[in-house]
């Protein structure tokens, strides 16, 4: 399959690395990463140890052929852009899979191509960007991709089946819009708090204080949640970010790597969007506002 990843970062590297084992991949990123993987390889190191030779490219417009699967993986304040800049050669057979982190991607997404064409996926792997042309695969997770209808359609199958044979553990979801509440609401109690303490994942467990915060959030996002129809337990949702934090206790957040790069956050697309639609429903949401108000004054120091 000819499969195009728009966003080499930590987890597009660690994709495209895995799928170009038996695929045809071009990588796009950034031009230090791109020159360095044309050069040398891309290199994986961790939990998998991976030399991959593939195309690659540092800008979109010099892409020229329509792929049949396209996997965008930029950050979610880039998602715009880069699907503007993919539209011309998103062609009448091509699949638009968002595999990113935050709750208002497909939409944005979608407002560009034809929402038939776009499956939604989560993962939680943990990869860190150790620097160019080398990625570090710190936890083994688990893939999950859907229609965002719910179907079980054969090209979903035939994707699902070209992760599983590329070494990237991944199963259908039938409700996908779930699962990437469940992400978001795990996202939105471990990254900004990670992010504003500058530690790695395992000490949220480690201080009381962070325990019962992280706790706090979890109710609060799965009540904005459960709003929009998820109908989540707020109990197994605490319970699926404490197994979480712990797989990935010795982890920076991707927050903190973006905060640490002087770069953007998610943070709109995350605890900003669950405030947002807590809005609509009229469900006060304070924690996650305060994050938010946190994140975005420590990014302006």
Known sequence: MNILIIGAGAIGSLFGGLLSKKNNVLLVGRKPHIQTIKKNGLKIIGKTKLNAKMSVEDSIGKITFSPDLLILTVKSYD??????????????????????????????????????????????????????????????????????????????????????????????????????????????????LTTFFQCKNGYLLENPVLENIVEKICTEST???????????????????????????????????????????????????????????????PINEILIYLINSTCEK
């Open 223 to 285: 009540l904005v949640a459960n709003s929009e129809g998820m109908q989540l337990s707020y109990q197994n949702i605490i319970k699926k970010t404490r197994e979480i934090i712990q797989n990935t206790s010795k982890n920076y957040s991707s927050m903190f790597q973006s905060l640490k790069k002087g770069g953007k956050t998610e943070i709109d697309s995350i605890n900003g969007k669950i405030v947002d639609i807590g809005k609509k429903h009229d469900i006060a949401t």
């Open 79 to 192: 998602t715009e852009i880069a699907i503007n800049e993919a539209k011309k050669i998103v062609s009448s057979n091509t699949v638009v899979l968002s595999l990113q982190n935050g709750l208002d991607n497909v939409d944005k997404i979608g407002k560009i191509i034809d929402k038939k064409k776009i499956i939604a996926g989560v993962t939680t792997h943990g990869v860190i960007f150790s620097k160019s042309g080398v990625v570090k695969h710190t936890g083994k997770g688990e893939t999950i991709l859907g229609e965002l209808d719910g179907k079980k359609t054969e090209r979903i199958k035939r994707i699902v089946d070209l992760f599983n044979e590329a070494g990237i553990e991944t199963k259908i979801s039938t409700n996908i819009v779930k699962e990437t509440w469940v992400k978001a609401i795990v996202n939105s109690s471990i990254n900004p």
